[in-house]
Nanobody
Framework: QVQLVESGGGLVEPGGSLRLSCAAS????????MAWYRQAPGKQRELVAT???????NYVDFVKGRFTISRDSAKNTVYLQMNSLKPEDTAVYYC????????????WGQGTQVTVSS
């Protein structure tokens, strides 16, 4: 069984920063790409950023230049550094991983709340 556990969310003022972490644990054989998604109240879950096993990254337009995704493969952990936060970034942020355990599958974390407000 694989578990993804997010942490690092909280309340921050506009213009502030937060760093989210997502740690994968369990019977992990390999991790392919990992991603961060978010879901705001009343809206569908949307992709924020992805990172491959080789470290290639992709971002959606509304976070480019503000968010940075990274990973520590030795720790099976992915991070999301969020800078210049805006009220519209308020959402529950979810980690997703494509993991072999022992078969390949997509796994989700439970989410961490990020609230940007003055």
């Amino acid at each position: 069984q694989v578990q993804l556990v997010e942490s690092g969310g909280g309340l921050v003022e506009p213009g502030g920063s937060l760093r989210l972490s997502c740690a994968a644990s369990g019977s992990i054989g390999a991790i392919d790409f990992m991603a961060w998604y978010r879901q705001a109240p009343g809206k569908q879950r949307e992709l924020v950023a992805t990172i491959t096993s080789s470290g290639s990254t992709n971002y959606v337009d509304f976070v480019k230049g503000r968010f940075t995704i990274s990973r520590d493969s030795a720790k099976n952990t992915v991070y999301l550094q969020m800078n210049s936060l805006k009220p519209e970034d308020t959402a529950v942020y979810y980690c997703n991983g494509h993991i072999r355990a022992p078969r390949w599958g997509h796994y989700w974390g439970q989410g961490t709340q990020v609230t940007v407000s003055s």
